[in-house]
Nanobody, 115 residues
Framework: QVQLVESGGGLVQPGGSLRLSCAAS????????MGWYRQAPGKQRDLVAS???????NYGDFVKGRFTISRDNAKKMVFLQMNSLNSEDTAVYYC?????????WGQGTQVTVSS
């Protein structure tokens, strides 16, 4: 059974940083494309960043060089380093694992950017 567990969310001041982590189990992690998505209240879920099994990365336009996604296949983990956070980054952040028709989500971690 696929399980994705996010951690690292919390309250941070504008301009601050957070590092999100997602621990995966129940999958052959190295084969999966991994991603971070976010959803603010009343809004759709948007792609934040993704990293393929081969290590290629893609970012949402709003990231503008502030975030970095990475993965550790040995530990079966994916990370999202977020810098220069602002109030518009406030959302629940979800980890996603996908390969072929298989698509799994974590429960999400709340990120709140506020002074």
């Amino acid at each position: 059974q696929v399980q994705l567990v996010e951690s690292g969310g919390g309250l941070v001041q504008p301009g601050g940083s957070l590092r999100l982590s997602c621990a995966a189990s129940g999958i052959i992690f190295k084969l999966y494309n991994m991603g971070w998505y976010r959803q603010a209240p009343g809004k759709q879920r948007d792609l934040v960043a993704s990293i393929t099994s081969g290590g290629s990365t893609n970012y949402g336009d709003f990231v503008k060089g502030r975030f970095t996604i990475s993965r550790d296949n040995a530990k079966k983990m994916v990370f999202l380093q977020m810098n220069s956070l602002n109030s518009e980054d406030t959302a629940v952040y979800y980890c996603n694992a996908a390969v072929g028709a298989r698509n799994s989500w974590g429960q999400g971690t709340q990120v709140t950017v506020s002074s």
